[in-house]
């Protein structure tokens, strides 16, 4: 997703320098959009007024914006560095804090919208931060997004999106679950589709997840193995408040079987394939 973020900034033009963990993604970009490619983050803070950033992981967060020639190196006090990448909250608070030491100003800014929504500028982002922050950010964010929600202080904007992306996870587990036994039953996919979607059970993921599943196209949007992850760090912050959240555990179970059969880097519709093979049937349409 950082690519066409990236892309969508220099194509409303903003001067970027840019890095990634794949360097040949950044050389890319600055030629093909006139940026200048760094070999590492702290070059980026260098010479950036506002940073954004995009990684997979938690520790991937604390790496490149905290660690060895990350950007608290080279980042000058007044400086804006938005996270968006999904990570603990948790985490999260604790580079804001390391950033805020050095002068630096920092927002979590998670976003969804999955490949998509990057590519055509139409991410939802949840930011957590000062307010007054986010509202000097905005017109950065709006090159890369269309919906901006404040959740509030620092790591809010993850607890937002953890909380989306549970909901997601579990809906697709309904799916898989409810498509897998009307198939099985002797429904055909297309016709328990229409019902769905004319049923109080509609949901704008399955409409747009079922196409997909019914051709046996597993292209990956959202990937099983980062839905995964994000799984896992929901749980861990419901751990950290003290709250069960059974369903959830059990939906993490299930996409971590998807991973263990190959799965992980295919779309999170793939996960259909575990309950399948339960079944011994496929989910197909016409």
């Not at 983050?41 to 990684?55: H, N, S």
């Not at 927002?107 to 590519?119: E, H, K, Q, V």
């Not at 007054?132 to 509030?152: D, H, I, N, S």
């Not at 196409?211 to 193995?225: A, E, G, M, Q």
């Amino acid at each position: 997703m950082g690519y066409p973020m990236a892309r969508n900034l220099a194509r409303a033009g903003h001067q970027l320098a840019v890095w990634s963990n794949t360097a040949s993604k950044a050389k890319q970009l600055a030629s093909e959009e006139k940026a200048v490619a760094c070999s590492a983050p702290k070059q980026v803070a260098e010479q950036a007024d506002y940073i954004f950033a995009c990684v997979g992981n938690t520790e991937m967060s604390e790496q490149v914006l905290t660690g060895a020639n990350g950007v608290i190196e080279g980042a000058k006090p007044g400086t804006v560095v938005a996270d968006a990448s999904t990570i603990s909250p948790t985490a999260s608070r604790e580079i804001g804090r390391k950033l805020s030491a050095k002068g630096v100003h920092f927002l979590d800014a998670p976003c969804t919208g999955s490949t998509p929504g990057a590519i055509n500028a139409a991410l939802t982002f949840m930011i957590g931060g000062d307010q007054r922050v986010f509202e000097q950010t905005k017109p950065y964010l709006e090159a890369m997004g269309k919906q901006f929600y404040y959740c509030g202080g620092p790591g809010l904007g993850l607890q937002a999106k953890l909380t989306q992306n549970l909901i997601l996870a579990n809906l697709m587990q309904a799916f898989n679950e409810g498509m897998v036994l009307s198939t099985k039953g002797g429904i055909a996919p297309d016709l328990m589709l229409e019902i769905l979607n004319n049923s109080a059970a509609k949901s704008g993921l399955i409409s747009f997840k079922a196409p997909f599943v019914f051709r046996r196209d597993f292209t990956t949007n959202f990937s099983t193995k980062w839905m995964h992850k994000d799984i896992g760090l929901a749980l861990g912050s419901a751990q950290e408040l003290g709250l069960p959240m059974p369903m959830t555990s059990l939906t993490e179970q299930v996409f971590q079987a998807a991973i263990a059969e190959g799965y992980g880097d295919d779309d999170l519709c793939a996960t259909i394939r575990v309950m399948e093979r339960w079944a011994g049937i496929e989910v197909k349409g016409k």
